[in-house]
């Protein structure tokens, strides 16, 4: 099955480089680009894109607003592909606010190509982008600047039986399947069976809306 993308990046060179490789892949197909978000917005509806890789900063509209408006659309729109932010160590807050308006994960931009081709196909098959490396220092630094949301947020953790919890909070910290498996001497299809439950009892999109919310909810305090 093909992954059918979009790249969307104020800066020509980066864009075309994005591009060109990501098309070099047997299995993606680049079916278009944007120079700004209010054009990627519009090339994502008209062109139904599986994943959209999206740049952070850019004119007219950023990268934030494009994905929120992608991922929200208005009325009769239907299609809701999954958004890749490109981002960097300095916008981290934009990066925050992505993932909690549906963002699948993010990438830095000076990764290795292997990696952005890697998470293009992580994002298509319907996961989320966390690398540990990344995920945890962000999410415990927005976690320390906005304390924990009481309330329907730690209502919503009552759903969850002991098991779950566990699992959320593990995955929240960045763990991977295999790792919560290893933790909790569980097999991996358990694991993931959990993970699944858990997405559906707090009608959460993906384990990236996982970490925010478990951070959100006071589950998982940063430091931890």
């Known amino acids: 099955m093909t992954t059918r993308v979009i790249v969307v990046d104020d800066q020509a060179m980066v864009r075309a480089g994005f591009a060109a490789l990501l098309a070099a892949q047997s299995d993606i197909d680049v079916v278009g680009e944007a120079p700004d978000g209010v054009q990627g917005v519009e090339l994502s509806r008209r062109t139904r894109p599986d994943v959209v890789l999206m740049d952070v900063r850019m004119p007219e509209m950023d990268g934030l607003e ?8 208005p009325p009769g729109v239907t299609h809701r592909p999954r958004v890749l932010m490109l981002t960097t160590f300095d916008v981290d807050d934009y990066v925050y606010e992505a993932l909690r308006a549906g963002a699948s994960g993010f990438l830095l931009k ?6 952005l081709i890697a998470a293009v196909r992580v ?3 319907g996961d989320a982008l966390l690398a540990p490396s990344v995920t945890r220092r962000l999410i415990a630094d927005f976690a320390r ?3 924990a949301t009481r309330g329907r947020p730690a209502l ?13 909070t593990l995955v929240a910290r960045g763990r991977s399947n295999t790792e919560i498996a290893q933790t909790l001497v569980l097999a991996e299809q358990t694991v993931k069976t959990h993970v699944s439950r ?3 009892k707090l009608d959460l999109r993906d384990r990236a809306q ?6 959100e909810s006071g589950l998982v305090a940063p430091g931890e």
């Open 123 to 125: 994002v298509a098959s």
């Open 198 to 200: 858990v997405l559906t």
């Open 145 to 147: 600047q906005r304390p």
């Open 210 to 215: 996982a970490v925010v919310f478990a951070y």
């Open 110 to 115: 000076d990764a290795p190509p292997a990696d």
């Open 156 to 168: 919503r953790l009552k759903a969850l039986t002991q098991r779950e919890t566990e699992v959320l």
């Open 66 to 73: 494009a994905a929120r408006r992608i991922l929200t659309p």
